[in-house]
């Protein structure tokens, strides 16, 4: 924890997960479990540090989950978690996987770091940090924090089984939409968290505040009989563990040569198809001499 000091009397004014050291993590949980049903969460955050662009790590999570305060890989926390995990990741470890091998992105699946994502975990699925949580992550979107002079804010809002991600970077003061997904079922009494972790390379992260709001939401008997206990976390009309593609696709050099080499191969096709019509051709002439 770190203090500023008015009149003589030290005053916390954040907490710092992680210093700008390699290989450390730390985490805040609750220690009351939320039995809301609707609920906003906003976080004050913040992302400093000494390493320049692409050279610094890893980033910060925030969780609603089962489990509580258990240390893990996935940003300071456990991997196979249950509930949900919103996590703010500076670190492109696919691009630089893949720079290695020699391979690119196609534009489509381009993306730009600091990156924010949302993943729904049922306890057996894992978040796979080779790929920055591709394969199983429900939606995203670009998000510069990083050695900014305002502040920085992230926004969560769970109502009628919606998941909505806003954030307030840009010192303006307004939110914007980062991600909404539908259909998200979440069991009331999991604990609220928040964690971060360090490895090669390394950032301040630190949190200024946690706030949670109650939401009153107003349903009809028939919400009410529809929106039974849920007691697994799931997302509707989608596979919590989706086939993932590669990242990069196919490059217009291969594409050209896939066609070619396809047109080669009809091409070859239709000329000895030709050549065997011209000897079944030239046998059954013969045989009627």
């Not at 450390?24 to 906003?40: F, N, T």
């Not at 890989?73 to 670190?91: A, E, Q």
């Amino acid at each position: 924890m770190c203090c500023v000091f008015s009149d003589d009397v030290c005053v916390f004014d954040h907490v710092r997960l992680t210093p700008d050291q390699q290989s450390k993590q730390g985490a805040i949980w609750s220690r009351i479990p939320c039995h809301l049903r609707d609920w906003e969460l906003q976080v004050h955050f913040k992302i400093h540090g000494q390493g320049k662009k692409n050279l610094n790590g890893d980033g910060l999570a925030i969780w609603y989950t089962k489990e509580r305060m258990q240390k893990g890989p996935v940003f300071g926390n456990r991997d196979f978690f249950t509930g949900l995990g919103v996590f703010v990741d500076t670190y492109p470890n696919e691009e630089k996987l893949m720079e290695a091998q020699r391979k690119r992105y196609t534009p489509r699946t381009q993306r730009i770091f600091p990156y924010v994502l949302a993943m729904v975990g049922n306890g057996t699925i894992s978040y796979d940090h080779e790929r920055d949580g591709r394969p199983t992550e429900l939606g995203g979107c670009n998000a510069m924090v990083r050695n900014l002079k305002h502040d920085t804010f992230l926004f969560i809002r769970y109502v009628r089984r919606r998941l909505t991600i806003m954030l307030d970077i840009d010192g303006q003061h307004e939110w914007r939409d980062c991600l909404d997904v539908p259909g998200v079922r979440l069991p009331q009494g999991f604990y609220f968290g928040i964690s971060a972790i360090t490895g090669d390379l390394s950032d301040n992260h630190d949190l200024i505040s946690m706030k949670l709001y109650q939401l009153t939401i107003l349903r009809s008997k028939q919400e009410d009989v529809e929106e039974q206990e849920v007691l697994i976390p799931s997302v509707d009309n989608m596979e919590l563990l989706r086939p993932y593609t590669d990242a990069e696709g196919m490059s217009s050099i291969a594409i050209f040569f896939s066609v070619l080499f396809s047109m080669l191969g009809v091409f070859l096709l239709v000329v000895v198809g030709l050549v065997l019509y011209g000897h079944w051709s030239e046998s059954r002439r013969k045989r009627f001499y």
